[in-house]
């Protein structure tokens, strides 16, 4: 079983302050690396994908990824309330289209 | 938009009975999935489905079998329900362009089996 990690939290920061969420894979084949934000009792919602080492951005929304380290990384930039959730990373399999999903982090904004 | 409906948000069963979780996508995607959601253990793969007619197991099928009879929808079935399978069960989609395979979400059915 291939496997995602990410610490479970509670991620605490200040509003406007910049939050980083951290996973790291086992499957140094994985291609594909997703960020779901799911907020309590609903599903979850893709915030960004990425292929390529380096950085994307969307928005307030950066995401990293070092695939020698089997690493990829979360920054929300000017965090605030309403991004209070459980941020799940999401790795694809090496049997297609399926994803293996970390245990999610929860991430805290505090007015 | 992509839409991706599950048949009850709230489903209350007996051990024993046969269940049915009904996933229906309007977009035309190919690939659908089944999993569920427990405290403590994120989001586990039960089944999965790249065609009509076509499954794979995932990670936790013990319990459980699907069917994929129309490609729009994908149902999942708990042969004889226990209360170890009382969870939070979500359905995604996903269509490959570009090589990405973003999964959309259905709300989820929270089953509870007494």
């Known amino acids: 079983q291939k496997e995602v990690e990410q610490n479970s939290g509670p991620l605490s920061v200040p509003e406007g302050a910049i939050a980083s969420l951290n996973c790291t894979y086992s499957d140094r084949g994985s291609q594909s690396f997703f960020w779901y934000r799911q907020y309590s009792g609903k599903s979850p919602e893709l915030i960004m994908f990425?292929?390529?080492?380096g950085d994307k951005e969307d928005g307030r929304f950066t995401a990293q990824l070092n695939k020698a380290s089997q690493y990829v990384s979360l920054l929300i930039r000017d965090s605030q309330p309403s991004d209070s959730a459980t941020y799940l990373c999401a790795v694809n399999r090496d049997s297609g289209y399926a994803l293996n999903f970390g245990k999610g982090t929860s991430l805290l904004v505090t007015p | 938009d992509v839409k991706v409906t599950q048949s009850s948000r709230y489903l209350v069963k007996r051990t024993g009975e046969k269940v049915f979780l009904e996933c229906v996508q309007d977009m035309d995607h190919e690939n659908m999935f089944w999993y569920r959601q427990d405290p403590g253990l994120g989001l586990r793969l039960i089944y999965f489905?790249?065609?009509?007619?076509?499954?794979e197991k995932g990670d936790i099928p013990e319990g459980y079998s699907v069917s994929r009879e129309k490609k729009e929808r994908f149902s999942l079935i708990l042969e004889s329900a226990s209360t170890n399978q009382t969870s939070m069960y979500l359905c995604?989609?996903?269509?490959?362009?570009?090589?990405?395979?973003?999964?959309?979400f259905g709300p989820g059915t929270r089953l509870t089996v007494l």
């Open positions: 995604a989609s996903t269509l490959i362009a570009g090589g990405n395979n973003e999964q959309f």
């Open positions: 489905s790249y065609d009509v007619k076509m499954k």
């Open positions: 990425i292929y390529s080492n």
